[in-house]
């Protein structure tokens, strides 16, 4: 999983990463809409970030930093605001341990 989350950051966001800390295991159902036909698990994880060189892909047309309370439009089905505070407050406590479904 390590070298898949490196490899994504740097292909699709131009962003060098250090994978740190497991923030959460969800199951996609429980926490986006639509349900599925098929089982979704989402893994989130706590990173480093390193270095940030974005480059326009054919699968990312654009790369900002966001705070928590300043969110653009989410697509919903994939992220929602309630999972993006979960990693924000994972990362301010001093004791990180993951929660799961």
């Given at each position: 999983?390590?070298?898949?989350?490196?490899?994504?950051?740097?292909?699709?966001?131009?962003?060098?990463?250090?994978?740190?800390?497991?923030?959460?295991?969800?199951?996609?159902?429980?926490?986006?809409?639509?349900?599925?036909?098929?089982?979704?698990?989402?893994?989130?994880?706590?990173?480093?970030?390193v270095e940030f060189q974005f480059a326009e892909n054919?699968?990312?047309?654009?790369?900002?930093?966001?705070?928590?309370?300043?969110?653009?439009?989410?697509?919903?089905?994939?992220?929602?605001?309630?999972?993006?505070?979960?990693?924000?407050?994972?990362?301010h406590k001093n004791k990180k341990l993951a929660v799961?479904?």
């Amino acid at each position: 999983m390590r070298e898949n989350l490196i490899k994504e950051a740097s292909e699709e966001a131009g962003a060098e990463i250090i994978p740190l800390n497991l923030i959460a295991v969800q199951d996609r159902d429980q926490h986006n809409k639509p349900p599925l036909a098929f089982a979704v698990y989402k893994i989130f994880v706590e990173c480093k970030l390193v270095e940030f060189q974005f480059a326009e892909n054919i699968e990312t047309s654009t790369a900002q930093f966001f705070t928590v309370d300043n969110l653009p439009k989410l697509s919903k089905s994939r992220n929602t605001k309630e999972q993006i505070k979960l990693c924000f407050e994972f990362h301010h406590k001093n004791k990180k341990l993951a929660v799961f479904d």
